[in-house]
């Protein structure tokens, strides 16, 4: 069996569940995806987010460069490119430009905005700079315009992002805000610091659901939006880890397809996000003990195997399988059933891997970990169940 074939076949079952978990009538918008091609060698054509896309039955999709090795001067070449593939995509694919702070960003972000970028994309550790002296123009600019920036708020950024970013976005209100990665960089200091904000949002591109658990103990739901990161992840395995923490915590449909795609259609189309709503989760976080070993251990199994480390990553790996060998599971049986054929077929993909990371293991890790966070439910102020 090749590796695809044995991918596909172990995320079969999750692509049905995911068609319940889904409610009905969500016109779903992935609100952070890549095109083009990386600096680290990772690339992403059209056909292929498509693809994606399909996979997740997701209608539309915002999408930026990557890292771009023909990025100067200032992103014009990727911006290009990205902006032509919007226009052949009949309204699939709804361009933002990419700025460097440090060259040119005003001139390419008004001659992108003219040539029909939706929004703005900003990478301070990609492009390495400070909030500080260098991105209010940017901010000043996209009020005026009235469009969204997305900015990278994951690893790799110093201690001081969370509270210059709280200061420039303060100061710029009708600059509306996506934060990747749930704001993971600085989570607290940016939740709370921009919990009066009338548009800063929080993108669900992230690997832990427990972060995402974390996030909605201090933000409502309404401003958490879909997202991602192709090619870095999957939009299918993206919506499913979203999706079960949603579940988990009994949102219900209205507010699942709020995060899908209807805030940022807002954000989009320059509407009033609703008044902030209370958070969405609490700060207590349920789970079973052997449930929390696999969570844990499959995530540093995923940071092995993205760090190219394949030894280390299978033998954590052969430790999840112990714990899959509980001859008394209680109730965390079922779910651990679940889990294990996906321990299997990462472990045989990173094996089979040679020369790279084997990333559809890591898809599968993500799936492992949103099974074992959110299988039991969660205490919840008010919630009700999906529909």
């Known amino acids: 069996m090749s590796p695809g074939e044995a991918f596909g076949r172990a995320i079969a079952p999750f692509a049905d569940e995911l068609a319940h978990l889904r409610p009905g009538g969500a016109h779903v918008i992935d609100a952070h995806t890549h095109l083009g091609l990386d600096e680290d060698g990772m690339s992403l054509d059209p056909a292929g987010l498509e693809?994606?896309?399909?996979?997740?039955d997701a209608k539309q999709a915002i999408v930026f460069p990557l890292h771009?090795?023909?990025?100067?001067?200032?992103?014009?070449?990727?911006n290009d490119r990205v902006l032509e593939w919007a226009r052949e995509s009949n309204g699939r694919?709804?361009?933002?430009?990419?700025?460097?702070?440090?060259?040119?960003p005003l001139a390419e972000a008004e001659r992108c905005l003219a040539a029909g970028a939706r929004g703005i994309k900003l990478h301070p550790r990609a492009q390495e700079f400070d909030l500080v002296g260098h991105v209010e123009p940017i901010f000043d600019l996209a009020e005026q315009a009235g469009v969204p920036i997305l900015i990278h708020a994951g690893r790799g950024l110093p201690p001081t992002f969370g509270s210059q970013l709280v200061r420039v976005a303060q100061l710029h209100p009708g600059a509306p805000l996506i934060l990747a990665h749930l704001g993971v960089a600085d989570l607290a200091i940016l939740a709370d610091g921009l919990a009066d904000h009338p548009a800063a949002t929080f993108d669900s591109s992230w690997l832990n659901p427990v972060d995402t658990f974390g996030?909605?103990?201090?933000?409502?739901?309404?401003r958490v939006v879909f997202g991602t990161d192709p090619p870095y992840g999957r939009t299918l395995v993206g919506m499913y880890l979203l999706l079960r923490v949603a579940a988990s915590l009994g949102l219900d449909a209205e507010t699942a397809r709020d995060m899908l795609g209807r805030t940022v259609q807002r954000l989009l189309d320059g509407e009033a996000l609703p008044a902030p709503a209370p958070p969405s989760g609490t700060d207590q976080l349920v789970l079973d003990t052997r449930l929390a070993r696999l969570t844990t251990i499959c995530l540093m199994a995923f940071s092995a195997a993205i760090a190219g480390s394949p030894a280390v990553a299978v033998g954590q790996l052969q430790l999840a399988q112990a714990v899959c060998r509980d001859p008394q599971p209680g109730e965390a049986g079922a779910a651990i059933d679940r889990i294990v054929p996906l321990l299997e077929t990462a472990a045989e993909l990173?094996?089979?891997?040679?020369g790279g990371v084997a990333r559809p293991a890591l898809q599968l890790l993500i799936i492992a970990v949103a099974i074992a966070a959110t299988e039991v439910p969660q205490p919840s102020p008010g919630a009700v169940v999906s529909q």
């Open 350 to 354: 990173i094996h089979l891997e040679t």
């Open 215 to 222: 996030l909605l103990s201090r933000v409502p739901a309404q």
């Open 93 to 104: 694919f709804v361009p933002f430009c990419r700025l460097d702070p440090a060259d040119g």
């Open 68 to 78: 771009d090795p023909e990025r100067r001067p200032s992103y014009r070449v990727p």
């Open 51 to 56: 693809e994606m896309l399909d996979q997740a």
